[in-house]
């Protein structure tokens, strides 16, 4: 036996020995489920397996039911599907048939709960009102169908399995002249899934101190009720509360789920990119330096992904700052990207605005039209930039929504480090931090970090959530999409296990660390 392994099985002796006085200590290794030390290297995470489901959007989110060793897959190549794919024989991994959905129009999330399976569908039309199925994961038989709010964008059970949440993110038509409002599903399981559909009409009141603090309603002739966007949800351990992502809006929602409330809406603030722990890279013409420096922008973090997550007795929401913009549509004034060679900047407040407008510097940087400028129409003139994402994984309370650390500069530094970085987006979204999960590993509370342009996993552990710690970067597949982390007591082979969809490829890859 080497020194090595004695030092590791030693450890493991003192933390079952120990484990049961320090539970709120997170340091250490005890399984939140089993109260069981699980003895894994939390840096060491490899791919084990890998299927490929078809061409682009074959693959973009998944839910695994541990019960049958099912994998359900969301498909939209070539239709409204959902690909059911065996793990019975993991690592060898088998697609098993195809659910199709030919009366919907796009098909956008599934998960998974006590043997049940819930789909999210959009309608007949991208605006009209949604679906929720149900089947059983054993026969695929239908249980049920629900009515939910336009464009259901994610669907999830709370940890009890007795709701089921959609965030129903209610986009307008391209033309912009069909708005529907984004609206927040709460399905009761128990009670023969009786629907409850909650919109934010209440919160027109509150407006102008939600915009103090760097909310955002801008979408054109839109009320507020229709300008808010739900994209993702997370739901606490004890299933009381619901938090859904703002994405647009740069905003959290707190839904109360017993009471079918939407409590609070917690505005998000920017990122001020003048500061030295903010560094960006900002241009993709400036020789492919991809060295990160500070500029006289701020950005609005407008989050994709939320995960939530406790550390001794204390709430925690870990967001996937992504960005997005209202950009893709046909009517021209609802378009708000632009770039800062194109605008009139305030020469008191850029008195080097030449230089910076120049291309390899901030010229080429997408910015946001509809804030920061006096004057109207092609006499605005900007005295403040906004770029449209936070480009980082930051930490709120969960209560208060107060920032409590920011994954950004480190992060897409080490990409950098790695020879990963795709310079060609500097100038927009930079890595795209897409999707996070956070979960236990060998007692740790770990961040995993999908970010899309770049075509990797950065994991970090947040057991203090203030001071994460770089972990681990490793490849996924092309635009990694949808995370998924299954507890080695339910996973097949008794391991834990990270599941990965890649929109841009079609393939779902499966990583698993070594143990100790």
């Known amino acids: 036996m080497t020194l090595k392994t004695k030092l590791f099985t030693a450890l493991a002796f003192f933390a079952i020995a120990f484990g049961a006085c320090k539970k709120n200590n997170p340091l250490t290794p005890i399984n939140e489920e089993t109260e069981a030390f699980v003895p894994e290297k939390i840096d060491s995470f490899k791919e084990v397996a890998t299927i490929d489901l078809g061409g682009e959007f074959a693959s973009e989110i998944s839910a695994y039911d541990p019960s049958t060793k099912k994998l359900f897959v969301v498909s939209n190549d070539g239709g409204t599907k959902v690909d059911v794919v065996d793990l019975s024989a993991y690592p060898t991994v088998t697609k098993l048939k195809t659910l199709t959905y030919a009366n919907n129009i796009g098909i956008n999330s599934v998960a998974v709960s006590n043997g049940l399976l819930a789909i999210a569908l959009n309608g007949v039309t991208p605006q009209s009102n949604g679906d929720i199925i149900v089947l059983k994961t054993s026969d695929l038989s239908e249980v049920k169908k629900i009515t939910v709010g336009a464009m259901p964008d994610m669907v999830t059970f709370s940890p009890d399995g007795n709701y089921i949440i959609s965030a129903n993110e209610g986009e307008p038509n391209l033309a912009y002249t069909i708005d529907p409002e984004g609206t927040i599903s709460i399905i009761n399981v128990k009670n023969n899934y009786e629907v409850k559909t909650l919109d934010f009409k209440k919160f027109e009141t509150s407006k102008a101190a939600l915009m103090a603090g760097g909310f955002r309603i801008y979408g054109l002739n839109a009320t507020f009720a229709q300008d808010i966007e739900p994209e993702y949800i997370a739901i606490s351990n004890d299933s009381k509360k619901a938090y859904v992502t703002l994405q647009e809006n740069n905003g959290v929602a707190e839904v109360d789920i017993l009471a079918a409330n939407i409590t609070k809406i917690m505005p998000l603030g920017v990122r001020d990119i003048s500061l ?88 080429r940087l997408t910015v946001t039209n509809t804030i920061g400028f006096t004057g109207t129409g092609s006499n605005k003139i900007f005295q403040e930039l906004y770029a449209p994402g936070g480009r980082s994984l930051s930490i709120i309370n969960a209560t208060s929504g107060i920032l409590v650390a920011n994954i950004g500069k480190d992060l897409e530094q080490r990409v950098i480090n790695a020879g990963k970085y795709d310079d060609d987006r500097s100038d927009n979204k930079g890595v795209e931090v897409e999707s996070v999960t956070v979960a236990k590993v060998n007692g740790r509370t770990l961040a995993f970090i999908g970010m899309e342009r770049v075509d990797m996993i950065a994991t970090y552990d947040i057991s203090i959530p203030s001071k994460p710690e770089f972990v681990q970067l490793f490849a996924t597949g092309d635009a990694p999409e949808g995370l998924m982390f299954v507890k080695s007591k339910d996973s097949p082979n008794g391991k834990s296990m990270l599941i990965v969809s890649n929109e841009g490829d079609g393939t779902v890859r499966f990583y698993q660390p070594d143990k100790l």
Request: proline share 6%.
């Open 276 to 363: 030295a722990d903010n560094a960006w890279d900002v241009s993709d013409k400036d020789d492919k330096q991809q060295k990160l420096g500070t500029w006289p922008i701020k950005a609005f973090y407008l989050p994709d992904a939320v995960s939530y997550f406790s550390v001794n007795d204390n709430n925690y929401l870990a967001l996937a700052n992504e960005g997005d913009t209202r950009e893709d549509y046909t009517n021209p004034d609802a378009k708000e990207e632009a770039r800062v060679k194109n605008l009139i900047l305030d020469p008191i407040k850029f008195p080097n605005a030449a230089t910076l407008q120049k291309d390899e510097n901030l010229g």
